[in-house]
Nanobody, 122 residues
Framework: EVQLVEAGGGLVQAGGSLRLSCTTS????????IGWLRQAPGKEREGVSC????????YYADSVKGRFIVSRDDAKKTVYLQIDNLSPEDTATYYC???????????????WGQGTQVTVSS
């Protein structure tokens, strides 16, 4: 069974940092694309980052370039999203998702985690 479990969200002040994690199981980790997407209340879901576990290539939305860094730990089958210089506009539920068909970013995600809430106070 494919599983993705996010962790690391929370309440932080503007300017702070968080590191989200996405721990995976049930599939070949080194042959996938793992994406991070977020959705704020009343807004459309936005793909913010992605990493190919095949070749390590990455993708970032223009809105987060320079503040978000995606990385992976193959031994732990975990993908991380480092978020720096948080602003209230980053408040959203953050999801990780997996594309197990083609390991390239951005992916077409069929498998999703439950999400982790990030709230940034001004």
């Amino acid at each position: 069974e494919v599983q993705l479990v996010e962790a690391g969200g929370g309440l932080v002040q503007a300017g702070g940092s968080l590191r989200l994690s996405c721990t995976t199981s049930g599939f070949t980790f080194r042959d996938s694309a793992i994406g991070w997407l977020r959705q704020a209340p009343g807004k459309e879901r936005e793909g913010v980052s992605c990493i190919s576990t095949s070749d390590g290539s990455t993708y970032y939305a223009d809105s987060v370039k320079g503040r978000f860094i995606v990385s992976r730990d193959d031994a732990k089958k975990t993908v991380y999203l480092q978020i720096d210089n948080l602003s209230p506009e980053d408040t959203a539920t953050y999801y990780c998702a997996a594309d197990l068909v083609l390991p390239w970013c951005p992916g077409e995600y069929k498998y999703w985690g439950q999400g982790t809430q990030v709230t940034v106070s001004s």
